[in-house]
Structures are given as C-alpha cells and as structure tokens.
C-alpha cells in the first residue's frame, strides 16, 4: 500500500497534560514518556505503529514540547473541557483530512501500549473487508480495547455532532455505525504469552514491562 494511502496513525496521549514526574500520582500523567528498556515507552509503540501507518501525528494536551524529541506534529483536542478518547480520535480525523488526504482511515493506538502486532493495520483491514461495519475494534482474549481501532475519516462531523451532543463512551457512538471486533491472538515475550494490547497503567505493570522486554 502506498504511503499516501495508509491509514494516518494517531497515538493517543490526552489527558490532562501532567508532567512525566508525577505520571503516576492520582492515575494521571504521560506514562508514554516514562522510559522502557532505554527509551520513552511512546518509542517503541512508534517503532510498531510506523511500519503499517503513513503519516503520524500524537493527540496531546497541554505544552506539545514535551513531545519535542519524536519529531512528530501534536493536535490537541478540539472539543473542550477533556471529553476522554473521543475527543482524541476526533482530532486525528481533523489532523488526517487536513495534512494526508489520501488516507480514508485513522489507525489509533495507546500510548502505554509497548506491544502491539506488527499486522495491527492489516488484521482491522481485514476485519472491514469480511464484515459489516464501519469501525473495527482490536479484541484480545475476548476483551474490547475501544481505543485500539481504525476509524473512517468520513465520520468526523458526525463525531463531533455527537460529542457537542455530550456523547463521551466509546461505545456508545461506535455502535452507531457498525463495529466490527477484531481478535488477535496474544504474543510469546521473554518464555510468556503476553496480551499484545498489554499496557501499562501503573508501577507493577510498568515494571513487567521492563521485565519482558529485557529477555
């Protein structure tokens, strides 16, 4: 596929902008930026995600320069007042139909996700293609990951619509156009099969993380 034509890949790191410092005091911060084998956790989620996206942009709030060092453009949220993942994957849909119009999907992923398949696109693909539905979910040992998808460009007034309208679920919007969930099996890291969607939210896991990846 041609680089114009993948799916724009958007690396979710909303929030509220706490700095990496306190990234786990009060379950706020940019645990992305906390470092992970040797480099930002957010590295090596791009590392995985730029193969099968095109042009990459990180949804964050607050000061972009705290993302300075990727060297990749920073959207903030459009709609007011922190309204969760949405919002986030609105931003890219903006960012996408502005900066790479040939790409017809956003590809979304976590920025606390250091695992992630390398046929993550191809696999949502797929799923689109044998099924009915608009949105394909990623699911791993049956369990929905909302923020883990690929999205339809076409759809961003309508996701603006409904988040101006208070919609803030995930789901709740989703199962308005059809969403198609997209199994993937789990990954063998360091002699352990590990959920590929595995993410790391707070000190424990973080430390399996590490622990992981240093095999």
């Given amino acids: 596929m041609a680089a114009e034509t993948k799916p724009t890949g958007l690396l979710l790191a909303g929030g509220q902008s706490r700095r990496m410092s306190d990234a786990f005091a009060a379950g706020r911060g940019d645990k992305g930026l906390l470092e992970l084998s040797g480099k930002p956790m957010l590295g090596h ?25 990727f060297d990749l453009p920073v ?83 309508d996701l603006e619509q409904a988040l101006r309208s208070g919609t803030r679920k995930v789901l709740a919007w989703t199962d308005r156009h059809g969403t198609v ?13 590990v959920d590929p969607f595995f993410n790391a939210n707070t000190p424990e896991e973080l430390a399996e993380a590490r622990h992981l990846l240093a095999g």
């Fill in 45 to 69: 989620v791009i590392e995985r995600l730029a193969p099968q996206a095109g042009r990459l942009v990180i949804n964050a709030n607050g000061d972009p320069q705290r993302f300075a060092s």
């Fill in 181 to 193: 969930s997209v199994e993937f099996p789990f990954t063998q890291l360091n002699g352990r099969s």
């Fill in 75 to 157: 959207v903030p949220d459009t709609i007011e007042g922190f309204a969760g993942p949405l919002a986030g994957i609105l931003a890219g849909m903006r960012w996408s139909l502005a900066n790479a119009p040939g790409a017809t999907h956003v590809v979304s992923v976590s920025t606390d996700a250091p695992f992630l398949p390398a046929d993550l696109v191809t696999k949502l693909q797929q799923g689109l293609a044998t099924a009915s539905g608009s949105i394909a979910l990623a699911q791993s040992g049956g369990e929905l990951h909302p923020v883990i998808g690929l999205w339809p460009v076409a759809l961003a007034d």
